[in-house]
């Protein structure tokens, strides 16, 4: 049975978002007969027309209108409704990313249907859409399917796999006609950020209060850049000071999933086990034997993590340098 799709694609920092590119995957697995359209908005679509349509896109709608250059919630929603109202999709599928969460639930209500959020599999079973997603801190997972309307989910990032499916897609430019905006953004400030984005990311070492500083950071940043990875944190080092909020992992922080996590000076509060517990392989270093991270930790390790984490750094150049 084929299936009309359309995925919100996203570009950070002049890339595709990975999450934009897993949802691309899943679409065109979902999608049989069907059309998946990819929707672009803001920015010039031929630098990311070919990725688009490696991972199979058949339309590649591209949102013209110079109130989308700079993402706000009531442009990209009249954009995102219009554009859906015209392709009329079986699904809609976007990231559960920081514009994700904001617009999905907005576009859903214009458009009269239900979301799911914050899914972490998605499956075709007996002609319905199945959709999974954690609750309760991710202690326990939920299957949601919709009895009637417009399938429309957001995907956690790092959880589907990318399969290449090339398509010839075509581009269309697509005609926004932006309404009345109760806010518009006039300049951008952010701080400088460099690296891998904490919520995308294959590798991430995590320091707690155990890192007892902002300098204790530094060596936690060296073993991230030999796996080419990022640095997180826990909400008590965030608090005491040691590093930025924007690197914050946890019920009130990002959720993660990333293939490995190294859990650096962390006790396992169980707010910060809700935002990383999912990740595939969890490697724990404290001085405590009783720490809760030990039970959900893959490998642990008992030691001072001022000791063990530059001796990982070491054995992981000699490794990678082979």
Request: proline fraction near 4%.
């Amino acid at each position: 049975m084929g299936r009309n799709i359309l995925v919100l694609c996203e570009v950070k920092n002049g890339k595709l978002r990975n999450v934009s590119l897993e949802a691309l995957s899943v679409a065109r697995r979902l999608a049989g007969d069907g059309e998946v359209h990819a929707a672009l908005f803001g920015v010039d679509p031929a630098p990311f027309a070919d990725t688009i349509a490696q991972y199979g896109a058949d339309k590649l709608h591209a949102g013209e209108a110079a109130e989308l250059s700079v993402y706000t919630t009531d442009a990209y929603v009249q954009a995102f409704v219009r554009l859906a109202d015209k392709v009329r999709p079986d699904v809609i599928l976007m990231g559960h990313t920081g514009i994700g969460k904001d617009l999905a639930p907005r576009a859903a209500a214009r458009l009269g249907t239900g979301l799911v959020s914050d899914c972490t599999a998605v499956e075709a079973l007996d002609g319905q859409i199945v959709l999974t997603r954690p609750i309760y801190a991710g202690k326990a997972f939920q299957k949601r399917t919709f009895k009637r309307g417009t399938v429309f989910a957001t995907l956690r990032p790092n959880n589907f796999e990318l399969r290449e499916s090339p398509a010839p897609t075509e581009v269309v430019p697509f005609s926004a006609e932006i309404g009345h905006l109760r806010t518009i953004v006039r300049e951008v400030v952010q701080k400088a950020a460099g690296g891998v984005d904490l919520s995308e990311a294959k590798v991430i070492v995590s320091g707690g209060r155990g890192v007892k500083s902002a300098d204790g950071f530094n060596i936690l940043r060296e073993l991230a850049d030999v796996l080419g990875g990022a640095v997180g944190a826990t909400r008590g080092a965030c608090d005491a000071g040691y590093c930025d909020y924007s690197m914050q992992i946890g019920q009130t922080g990002k959720v993660v999933t990333p293939d490995l996590y190294i859990a650096c000076g962390i006790s396992g509060a169980i707010q910060h086990l809700a935002g990383m517990s999912n990740s595939k392989v969890i490697v724990a270093i404290n001085t405590d034997p009783e720490a809760p991270i030990f039970q959900v930790a893959d490998y642990g390790i008992v030691g001072d993590l001022f000791q063990v984490v530059p001796l990982l750094t070491e054995e992981f150049k000699k490794v990678l340098e082979r």
